[in-house]
T-cell receptor
Framework: SQTIHQWPATLVQPVGSPLSLECTVE??????LYWYRQAAGRGLQLLFY??????ISSEVPQNLSASRPQDRQFILSSKKLLLSDSGFYLC??????????FGAGTRLSVL | AQSVTQLDSQVPVFEEAPVELRCNYS??????LFWYVQYPNQGLQLLLK??????LVKGINGFEAEFNKSQTSFHLRKPSVHISDTAEYFC???????????FGTGTKLQVIP
């Protein structure tokens, strides 16, 4: 069966520090992969999606970037975190009809 | 373009009472519709989906939803809620041929003992 791993579960970082969040999928090949951010009261915001290795689409201009170095690995990064980057980050992969299956999420607090 | 509207940000309901969480979508083509549930500090879990066929869809935990094309709605219902149903519920839509899934802003269901 397919599983999705996301880490770390929680992260506290100072403003201006770098960020790297990792997501890996098991049990499937060539999945569509997604990064979402969930801010309080704002629902889910799609940040990036990828249909294959090295293929990244950005949905909103921001302080973040994404990379897909391997088929089942999706990384969310930042060179310098802002306070506004705080939130709950969710990785997801797309199955049949692109049903989205989510990881457990990373709670990022930028102080 | 596709969009989803969840009009109710919070819905309080007494335990064992019925509940309906509303979802309306906008799309110019055929759609796939989804409901997800999120418990505190967890990821989203697929509750049910409409891809085609019967417009009444049954999901996990006793939930069901009905696809109404004329009203562009996909409301979620449960005849009798439990305390454990307290969570946030998200409606989502994907239009045929469009790669991305668009989520609503969520409805927090609070079950009152």
């Amino acid at each position: 069966s397919q599983t999705i791993h996301q880490w770390p579960a929680t992260l506290v970082q100072p403003v201006g520090s770098p960020l790297s969040l990792e997501c890996t999928v098991e049990g499937t090949s060539n999945p569509n992969l997604y990064w979402y951010r969930q801010a309080a009261g704002r629902g889910l915001q799609l940040l990036f999606y990828s249909v294959g290795i090295g293929q990244i689409s950005s949905e909103v201009p921001q302080n973040l970037s994404a990379s897909r170095p391997q088929d089942r690995q999706f990384i969310l990064s930042s060179k310098k975190l802002l306070l506004s980057d705080s939130g709950f980050y969710l990785c997801a992969w797309g199955g049949g009809a692109d049903i989205q299956y989510f990881g457990a999420g990373t709670r990022l607090s930028v102080l | 373009a596709q969009s989803v509207t969840q009009l109710d940000s919070q819905v309080p309901v007494f335990e064992e009472a019925p509940v309906e969480l509303r979802c309306n979508y906008s799309s110019s083509v055929s759609v796939y519709l989804f409901w997800y549930v999120q418990y505190p500090n967890q990821g989203l879990q697929l509750l049910l989906k409409y891809l085609s066929g019967s417009t009444l869809v049954k999901g996990i935990n006793g939930f069901e939803a009905e696809f109404n094309k004329s009203q562009t709605s996909f409301h979620l219902r449960k005849p009798s809620v439990h305390i454990s149903d307290t969570a946030e519920y998200f409606c989502a839509v994907r239009s045929g041929g469009y790669q991305k899934v668009t989520f609503g802003t969520g409805t927090k269901l609070q079950v009152i003992p």
